[in-house]
């Protein structure tokens, strides 16, 4: 059975930073790609990153460009996100993702 769990979250000042961690198993982890997601109450989760663990290809949203990097450890079926000069904006719960199937949320909050 595929899993997913994500950790991490907490609470942290503007313009501080968090590292959130997804790690899988039962899945071959390095043939997939692993992408994170954020919600907020009420609105549409929304995509932050992903990368492939196969060759390390990454993507952001323009909204954390520049403020956020991903990155994989094939050695520990672990994918990390590091968040910095966070804003408040960036509060949400946050969720790793493999194929179809959903980690649970960490949540995120960032105050002012």
């Known amino acids: 059975e595929v899993q997913l769990q994500a950790s991490g979250g907490g609470n942290v000042q503007a313009g501080g930073s968090l590292r959130l961690s997804c790690v899988a198993s039962?899945?071959?982890?390095?043939?997939?790609?692993i992408s994170w997601f954020r919600q907020v109450p009420g609105k549409e989760r929304e995509g932050v990153s992903c990368?492939?663990?196969?060759?390390?290809?990454?993507f952001y949203s323009e909204s954390v460009k520049g403020r956020f990097t991903i990155s994989h450890d094939n050695t520990k079926n672990t994918v990390y996100l590091q968040m910095g000069s966070l804003k408040p904006e960036d509060t949400a719960d946050y969720y790793c993702?493999?194929?179809?199937?959903w980690g649970q949320g960490t949540q995120v909050t960032v105050s002012s």
């Open positions: 993702k493999s194929g179809t199937r």
């Open positions: 039962g899945l071959p982890f390095k043939n997939y790609v």
């Open positions: 990368i492939s663990n196969t060759d390390g290809t990454t």
